[in-house]
C-alpha cells in the first residue's frame, strides 16, 4: 500500500482510529508484560532484604 502524503498514512485510508488502536493496545499490553515482572523481581528483592535484616537483627 502507498500513500500519497504523511497525512494519508496517519488516516490508514479512513480506518486509523482501528489501526492506531490496535497498535496503541498491542504496545501496552507489551510495555506491561515487561514493567510486571521487573517490578515484582524489585518488590520480592526488597521483601527478602527486610526478612534478612530482621532475622540476623535478633
Same mark, same amino acid.
Given at each position: 500500500?502507498?500513500?500519497?502524503?504523511?497525512?494519508?498514512?496517519?488516516?490508514?485510508?479512513?480506518?486509523?482510529?482501528?489501526?492506531?488502536?490496535?497498535?496503541?493496545?498491542? &504496545?501496552?499490553?507489551?510495555?506491561i508484560?515487561?514493567?510486571?515482572?521487573? &517490578?515484582?523481581?524489585? /518488590?520480592y &528483592?526488597?521483601?527478602?532484604? /527486610?526478612r &534478612? /535484616? /530482621?532475622?540476623?537483627?535478633?
Amino acid at each position: 500500500m502507498s500513500f500519497a502524503s504523511f497525512g494519508d498514512f496517519l488516516a490508514m485510508g479512513h480506518h486509523a482510529l482501528y489501526v492506531w488502536t490496535a497498535y496503541g493496545i498491542c &504496545l501496552s499490553v507489551l510495555a506491561i508484560n515487561v514493567a510486571v515482572p521487573v &517490578l515484582a523481581r524489585r /518488590r520480592y &528483592l526488597q521483601e527478602e532484604a /527486610r526478612r &534478612l /535484616r /530482621r532475622e540476623n537483627g535478633k
